[in-house]
């Protein structure tokens, strides 16, 4: 998937690739994120861990850090408003799973694969 990118080093990229979930990747996995490095002055990849942490850092209560955010309040929401009007990253992925409960009961969830067509 890296590879597709023009700013990633090749040897950099297929180095990267191979440390990352290649089928279902999860919550507290290791995934490349494209960030605008200031410094450089452009897109780079990094290796991040999938999971939010706010501007006053880790939890200290042992809670688990919130792995999403719903689109619909993210701008106005106290725990990510100020991450998303200033640290922006992308994570390339090829497609994703949504669970449906199949019987409306909450217990029997069946993974659905979404993916574009064409890659």
């Known amino acids: ?35 605008l490095d200031r410094d450089l002055k452009g897109p780079v990849f990094i290796r991040a861990n999938w999971g939010f942490i706010g501007r006053r850092g880790p939890s200290t209560t042992g809670q688990r850090p919130p792995i999403n955010a719903r689109s619909e309040t993210i701008a ?13 990253a992308l994570m390339p992925i090829d497609g994703y799973f949504e669970w449906n409960d199949i019987f ?16």
């Open 1 to 35: 998937m890296l590879r597709h990118f023009a700013f990633a080093a090749p040897g950099e990229a297929a180095a990267m690739a191979n440390g990352f979930p290649r089928w279902n990747g999860a919550p507290s996995l290791d995934y490349p994120l494209a960030i």
């Open 104 to 119: 409306g009961t909450g217990k029997n969830k069946q993974p659905c694969a979404i993916a574009m067509a064409d890659d």
């Open 76 to 88: 106005t929401n106290g725990l990510f408003k100020f991450a998303y009007q200033s640290r922006r």
